[in-house]
Every structure is written in C-alpha cells, then in structure tokens.
C-alpha cells in the first residue's frame, strides 16, 4: 500500500526524562509545526508516549479536530541504564555496530525493529511524533546517508516526509 508519513522529531523540552515538558519556545514551536503541518495531508496522528512529544502535537491535532494515537513503540531508545560520562561516543558506537547493547538499554537494531514495525503499521497521511536518538535510527534504516553526523544535524522540531510507492522507500527532509 502506498503511502506518506510525516516522521516529526519533539519540540524543544525542558529535559530527557519520559515527563519532561516543552518550554516556552517548545510550546511556540508547537504551534509553528502545527502551521506547518496544516500544509500538508495529515489524516491521523501517532505520538510517543513521552510528554514533549505529545505537547509537540496537541496543537494539530487540535487546529485539525483530529485524536492522537499513543504508540508506545515511538518512546525513546534507551541507551543505556545507567549514568554514562561518555554517553555520546557510545551513541555514535552504537550507530557504527547495530547489535552493541550497554547496560540497561536497547541495541540500535531492536530500537530499529520496533520503530520499523510502528511505521508499517501507520496510514497513509499520518504524523508521527517520536525522538532524536529513535528518529536517527529510523532514518538510517531508510537511507544509510541518514548517519550518526546526520543525526547530529537533526533539530527541535524537525520534520522528515517518508514516502513508501511500489514497496520502495524514499525520505526527505522538510523542516527548514
């Protein structure tokens, strides 16, 4: 089935943990995607259980009279479980070996496999609110030029069109 997809990377937020809310400019943001997105063909939308994520949505959804799907498998990889000094060299080990796995936490390829199968399972016109660290995961999966560089560049919104035609897909991204 072909379809379009709007991969959206949260707002700016007040911190990493599951509750952590959007900030002032977070919420501003909000409302700029929500511009944004009214653009463009958005029928449902899916977000990660995660606060700032479905901040980052509210105003969508709102603005199009539209629920908001919670999806469990969009919440944010967990690197690991424990306090690492040096946890963004062991990000980018982790987007070099899919299969490395620290303490606590989910390799890039499980990661990968549950973002995937969320994908597949959404519909044609749905925005999808998830994190960085999942959301360059899935890129990749996609299109190996999406890399741990790559995923350096992402922002808070950023917005990623994937367009799945003929079982072939293809990813741009959208967000200036």
Known sequence: ?????????????TGQAPEAELTEVGKKQA???AEFLNQRKVDHVVSSP?????QSIEPTAKQMDLPI??????????LSSEDLSDWMEKLEASFEDEELKFVGG?????????????LQDMKDGTAAVTHGNLLGLLLKSIDSQYDFSAWGKLTNPDVFKVEITNGQTSVVRLWQ
């Open 31 to 33: 409302k700029d995607l």
């Open 50 to 54: 995660f606060m700032r994520a479905i």
């Open 1 to 13: 089935m072909d379809k379009t997809i709007y991969l959206i990377r949260h707002c700016q937020a």
């Open 69 to 78: 799907t919670i999806d469990g498998r969009l919440a944010e990889r967990i």
């Open 106 to 118: 989910e390799s890039g390829r499980e990661a990968t496999t549950r973002a995937i199968a969320a």
